[in-house]
Each structure stands twice: as C-alpha cells, then as structure tokens.
C-alpha cells in the first residue's frame, strides 16, 4: 500500500495526534505537570503532520489515488487546513519563483526591525498573499480540474463538520485541544519558509536555500532540514534526503548553509543583536517592498497524487 515504507513513521505519526487529543479530550482532569506536556506534545505533532501534509502534496504517500484521498482528509484533520490548499501557495508558487515577486512566501515580505518579531508574525505578513493565490487557483481548478476540486471540497467540508461537532460537544476543548494546536502548525509550516531562505541567494545555482542536518530535529520532521536538494528535487522522497545532500550538495554549498544546530541558528539570529543577516555574514539590505505578481499557470498543471501539483 505504502510507496515508501519508511511512510510508517507518517502514518504513526497521524495517528498519535488522534491519541493525543482523544485522551485529553475524555481523560478527568490531571496535575498541570501532566496535562500541560501533554498540550505540547499536541501542538507538536500538529506541526509534525503539518510537514507530513507538505512531504504528501510532492510524494503521495500510497500507491492508489483513493488512499492518498482518504489520508489527505485524515491530514486536513491533524493540520487544520486542507491538504490540497498546500499546493498553490507552496508548490506551484514558492518552488517555482522562488523568492521573486511571484512568491507569495518570500521572506522579504519580513520587514519588522526586530527580527524576533518577524519570526512570530512572519505567517501574518505572507498570509494575505498566500490566500488571493489560492483563491484564484481554486476559481481556476473549479473549471479545469473538476476531481481535484471536489477533492478540496471534501477535505474542506469534513474539516468543517468536524469543528463544527467538537466545538458543540465541548467548544473549550475545542478550542484548547485541537485549534490552538492547529494555529501552532500553520505557523510552524510558514514560519520554517523564513528559517531556510531569509538571507539565502536565490540566483545561485546552491545557496538558495539553508539546511539544518541535526540527526534529532530531522527524525521528527521527516528530513525536512535537507531543504536545499529538496528544492531542487522536489519529487525524491524525504526518506532519501540525508545521503543525498550529502553527495550531490554539501561539496558545493556554502558551509554557512548547512546548520548543525536548528536551537543555536533559532538563539543566533533571532534572539541577539544583529542576528538578521546574509548567509555569507554580509549585513542583510532587503529590496524595495513589491506587489505579489500573479503566478498561477494557465493552463493549470495537476500531475501526482488527488491534490497534488509537482
């Protein structure tokens, strides 16, 4: 069933978010040194799934488009979005110009002087652009590719019905359980696009993108850290990421763009002065603030997986 079987992981993953929120929801009340780590572990793999949901729209996780259907709706639901909206903002947008007025997640939209501050509002600053992109795809799909609409249709709806259930049964559950744990995904997902290109060159053939090659946070994050070849192949899976970079990127790229540390690189640049620069140490001067240029194809290009575009 599984393309890859190193997938199991997603799939453990997804269905520990469920447990998660199935046992706080129904468990009696606990100590705050129980219930609170349980909250984090909840936003986490949130989060978790958030990266799985972009690992799904570029590698469909099985082999037959009816499971890929049924998993991206049990996606949407540890996420908080559906999964096939990832695809215009993410895929056909911010890989395809990246970085350029046609990026709706460039991170030169990030003007705060505090840096700190663009980190934490980074997904406010792009969210505008991100979302007339998706509109005007969607209106697009609407009338070229009726099956991958109605496969946003579905996920939308189910995501709807089930807030709509969990918010009537118990709406401070809701609210605590499975929507704040949500907004932490959307953030994370949209925060990382400012960790791996803020201060990167997007005209050089290797250093448009930052790596971060710590063993710890890419188990959890499904290799996400390897984002460099990532962009250059977007179709290899994550599995095959690590031994990858190391043979085709890490000769070429600039040692600064390969990050032992995500917690030391998070310290460094947003926590201590002057922590906001190009990855070569040059002081960082951002262009002048532009207008999101239109990028949706025309013709619209679907290929892979129900709500996927490579």
């Given at each position: ?6 997938d199991?992981?997603?799939?453990a993953?997804?269905a520990a978010?469920f447990?998660?929120?199935a ?9 705050w ?12 793999f949130s989060f978790?799934c ?5 690992n799904a ?5 099985f ?9 991206q709706v049990?996606?949407?639901l540890?996420?908080?979005?559906p999964?096939s909206?990832?695809v ?6 911010h ?15 990030a ?5 700190l501050l ?17 509109l005007l795809?969607f209106r697009?799909?609407a009338?070229?590719q009726?099956?991958?609409?109605r ?19 118990d709406?401070?559950?809701f ?14 997902i ?5 960790l791996q ?7 050089h053939?290797?250093?448009h993108?930052r ?8 188990w ?17 899976h ?8 190391r043979?085709v990127?890490?000769?070429h790229i ?5 990050q032992r540390?995500l917690?030391?690189?998070?310290v460094?640049?947003f926590?201590?002065p002057?922590?906001?620069r190009?990855?070569d140490?040059?002081p960082m001067?951002?262009?002048p603030l532009?207008?999101?240029l239109?990028w ?5 290009e679907?290929?892979?997986a129900v709500?996927?575009?490579?």
């Amino acid at each position: 069933m599984l393309r890859f079987d190193a997938d199991r992981r997603t799939l453990a993953f997804v269905a520990a978010w469920f447990g998660l929120v199935a046992l706080q929801w129904w468990m009696p009340p606990v100590l705050w040194a129980v219930s609170v780590p349980l909250w984090v572990l909840t936003c986490w793999f949130s989060f978790f799934c958030a990266v799985a949901t972009h690992n799904a729209v570029h590698v469909p996780v099985f082999v037959r488009r009816g499971d890929n259907a049924l998993f991206q709706v049990l996606l949407t639901l540890t996420y908080g979005h559906p999964v096939s909206a990832f695809v215009p903002g993410h895929n056909l947008s911010h890989h395809r110009y990246t970085q350029t007025a046609r990026d709706a997640m460039r991170t030169s939209k990030a003007r705060f002087r505090l840096h700190l501050l663009n980190a934490l509002l980074f997904h406010v600053q792009v969210g505008g652009g991100v979302m007339r992109g998706n509109l005007l795809y969607f209106r697009a799909m609407a009338a070229q590719q009726p099956r991958w609409f109605r496969q946003l249709l579905r996920e939308t709806l189910v995501l709807a019905l089930a807030c709509i259930a969990l918010g009537t049964l118990d709406w401070q559950k809701f609210v605590l359980f499975v929507l704040l744990p949500h907004q932490y995904a959307a953030w994370g997902i949209m925060t990382m696009n400012l960790l791996q290109h803020d201060g990167t060159d997007a005209t050089h053939p290797w250093n448009h993108s930052r790596n971060f090659v710590g063993r710890l946070v890419n188990w959890w994050t499904f290799n996400n850290g390897y984002h460099t070849l990532h962009h250059m192949q977007p179709g290899v899976h994550w599995s095959l990421l690590p031994g990858m970079h190391r043979r085709v990127v890490s000769p070429h790229i600039h040692p600064a763009l390969d990050q032992r540390s995500l917690v030391v690189y998070l310290v460094r640049t947003f926590l201590l002065p002057g922590g906001r620069r190009r990855y070569d140490g040059a002081p960082m001067v951002l262009p002048p603030l532009e207008a999101d240029l239109d990028w949706v194809p025309a013709p619209v290009e679907v290929r892979g997986a129900v709500g996927t575009a490579a």
